[in-house]
């Protein structure tokens, strides 16, 4: 029976802008995107989504590693590419439905500023528990993501419904038990719900 439901964050909850951000300063400073998103989302970031760098020093390594661009340019770069996002107000919907009868978490990666984020979106109240990369020193797709927050909830995989859009994530999820949803809209959500008997069908 499923006590808990973890959802995503970016790409779940909220629809992401990311790539308009990094199309609009690749214009501006003349940045090749595919060799900006190598520098960005390299080993450094990986550091940074675990908490074992902060974000003043991946902007200082940003800064070393991308030509001819300044510190405040970057950080107004890191602090547009960060908001770009906007709730799914559907999905904020089918959340308040599951909380009746369920505990909802919050599983993301982020970069530190995550409850700043949250209060920002007016979302800080819709679950019961973030579980924040930054904080525990996992990021997902780390298989030890999913087993902190199945200690933090004391339930087994079997108990827990998973909900994300990224593949790689949920099979590594799956492997602990979990039970999975590959998320591509609210509708589809709504209707992979009612098949699991999790939401109700006068829930329209």
């Known amino acids: 029976m ?114 700043y984020k949250l209060v920002e979106l007016d979302l800080f109240e819709l679950f019961d528990k973030v579980i924040n990369s930054y904080e525990v020193g996992f990021c997902k797709p780390d298989i030890e993501i999913y087993k902190y927050a199945l200690k933090e909830f004391n339930v087994r995989g079997e108990e827990c419904l998973y909900i994300d859009n990224n593949s790689e994530s949920l099979k590594v999820a799956e492997e602990l038990g979990i039970k999975t949803i590959e998320f591509k809209d609210a509708l589809s959500l709504k209707e992979e719900l009612k098949d699991l008997n999790l939401i109700s069908e006068v829930y329209k």
């Open 2 to 115: 499923i006590k808990v439901i973890l959802f995503d964050l970016g790409g779940v909850v909220t629809e992401t802008k990311f790539d308009d951000i990094l199309i609009k300063y690749g214009s501006e400073y003349g940045w090749n995107l595919a060799q900006l998103r190598n520098k960005i989302f390299g080993e450094e970031y990986l550091l940074l989504l675990k908490g074992q760098m902060t974000l003043e020093e991946f902007i200082f390594y940003l800064n070393k590693a991308i030509d001819k661009v300044m510190i405040q340019d970057l950080r107004r770069f890191v602090d547009e590419y960060y908001h770009a996002e906007v709730v799914r107000e559907d999905v904020r919907e089918i959340i308040l439905n599951l909380k009746e009868d369920f505990k909802i978490a919050l599983i993301t990666n982020d970069i530190g500023r995550l409850n």
